[in-house]
């Protein structure tokens, strides 16, 4: 994982579906459970990470780990990811920003559950696979404080209080990301889904600045950055390479010779593969066509993936078609194609 992402010689190419309620499933526990407690969540991701020979094991749940901590409302579910309330959203009243209270990875709120999870999941693989630590983008968290809704009319009608917000949101994530990364993550997710919303003046204007802060903070704590924006950057990808993550996912809206094309050849790539159509509704042969064709357009900086998670039910014939991809393939700084 860590030499795709520097551009580095590696002898397959890493593995990376990503596996929340996927993973539950497979170690037979209810999800309500796996985000709840770092110990079920570990334990199914050492379980689906061998079974499946995955080359990272991650912390990655539901967006409303930070949101909890901020004091947001949750909704549980005992099968289902947990959920934000939009309506009672936190900063419905934008006066409550100064009331905001910074979040204390170590302080036992669901964060320091995240951190716990880095922790077990390095002793459980040792430095036999890459442990992903995770943090919420401006924009994502943003939403999930504000509501969307409210968030996308902010950006025109209360840009102070945008970038207000989005400092603030950003510094937490920094000392967030810094604790998974000493509790032993390699590298920190940043998940910033609401960011595919916004064009690319928005984005450069309000987005950019801060998701470049947050980066370079994880950067200077010895940490590389994936960055996972769900949805369609069509019009933004070039602006989103500006960010200086390591590498970035690419969801299946977005054409992967597009991606590639706008972001440069020195971005590492992962994707991006349709999870419902094609990860889980697909043969192994179709899948292995399609990710001939990602690779055909992207290498030789590319990571295997889909373009989201994947979905719970997805025949595991089709995840071991993607290994068997992985697997086949080698990525080198020198050729364009490079199967073993």
């Known amino acids: 994982m860590i030499a795709a992402m520097e551009g580095r010689l590696v002898d397959s190419l890493p593995f990376l579906p990503i596996t929340m309620m996927f993973a539950a499933d497979y170690a037979g526990v209810k999800y309500g459970r796996y985000a709840r407690d770092y110990q ?29 901590d901020y004091g947001s409302e949750i909704e549980w579910f005992d099968d289902q990811p947990p959920a934000l309330i939009e309506a009672r959203s936190l900063l419905a ?30 002793r459980g693989v040792g430095q036999e696979k890459a442990v992903e630590g995770w943090v919420e983008g401006p924009c994502a968290e943003a939403a999930d404080l504000r509501g969307i809704n409210r968030l996308m009319l902010d950006f025109h009608d209360a840009p102070d209080f945008v970038r207000e917000l989005f400092a603030l949101l950003v510094q937490n994530a920094i000392a967030c990301a810094r604790a998974q990364l000493a509790a032993g993550a390699d590298y920190i997710g940043i998940g910033d889904a609401a960011a ?34 769900c949805g369609s950057i069509r019009r933004i990808a070039a ?102």
Not at 198 to 224: M, S
Not at 240 to 252: G, K, L, Q
Request: proline share 8%; charged share 25%.
């Open 40 to 68: 079920v969540l570990a334990d199914a991701q050492l379980r689906v990470a061998e079974a499946f020979d995955i080359d990272t094991v991650s912390t990655i749940s539901d967006p409303a780990r930070e949101a909890a």
């Open 93 to 122: 009243d934008p006066g409550r920003l100064a009331s905001l209270k910074p979040i204390d990875p170590l302080g036992d709120g669901r964060m320091h559950d995240r951190v716990r999870a880095v922790e077990r999941l390095r």
């Open 196 to 229: 595919s919303l916004v064009g690319p003046r928005r984005y450069d204007a309000f987005v950019l600045p801060y998701e470049q802060q947050l980066i370079d903070g994880i950067h200077q704590a010895g940490g590389k950055v994936r960055l996972h924006i």
């Open 239 to 340: 602006h989103v390479a500006v960010a200086r993550a390591d590498m970035v996912d690419i969801d299946y809206p977005v054409p992967m010779h597009e991606a590639r094309e706008r972001m440069g050849p020195n971005m590492t790539l992962a994707g991006n593969l349709e999870p419902a159509a094609v990860v889980r509704s697909g043969s192994p042969a179709e899948i292995t066509a399609a990710l001939e064709q990602c690779f055909a357009a992207a290498a030789p900086r590319y990571i295997v993936g889909a373009g989201c998670e994947i979905v719970r039910d997805t025949p595991h014939q089709n995840l071991r078609a993607m290994l068997a991809f992985a697997r086949s393939h080698a990525g080198s700084p020198n050729a364009l194609h490079c199967p073993r």
